[in-house]
Nanobody, 126 residues
Framework: QVQLVESGGGSVQAGGSLRLSCAASRYTISGYWMGWFRQAPGKEREGVAAIASDGSSNYYTNSVKGRFTISRDNAKNTLYLQMNSLKPEDTAMYYC???????????????????WGQGTQVTVSS
């Protein structure tokens, strides 16, 4: 299994930027699809972005397209989410996740992922 630890969350004003990181340990992430998910109070967990194991394919939920960028540095065993033009609607706990096997059509579905970080809070004020 892989252990994941998120960092980089915080409180920002609308229009600001944050870069989330997810550091993996125990196993290298090169063979894993990885994703970012978020959950706001009272709402279901939402897939934000995902990236194929080789970095060849990225997936985004419509609400973040053009604003968020997912990337990975396999050499550092780290996943990133660059978040620009943040909106209050982006406020949530953000989780990174990893999975070895995946059906790509479901890359943003949380049930596809086996390993999860503890989450990092992102709060965007208006």
């Amino acid at each position: 299994q892989v252990q994941l630890v998120e960092s980089g969350g915080g409180s920002v004003q609308a229009g600001g930027s944050l870069r989330l990181s997810c550091a993996a340990s125990r196993y290298t992430i090169s063979g894993y699809w990885m994703g970012w998910f978020r959950q706001a109070p009272g709402k279901e967990r939402e897939g934000v972005a995902a990236i194929a194991s080789d970095g060849s394919s990225n997936y985004y939920t419509n609400s973040v397209k053009g604003r968020f960028t997912i990337s990975r540095d396999n050499a550092k065993n780290t996943l990133y989410l660059q978040m620009n033009s943040l909106k209050p609607e982006d406020t949530a706990m953000y989780y990174c996740a990893a999975t070895r096997g995946i059906y790509s059509a479901n890359a943003l579905h949380h049930f596809m992922y086996n390993y999860w970080g503890q989450g990092t809070q992102v709060t965007v004020s208006s």
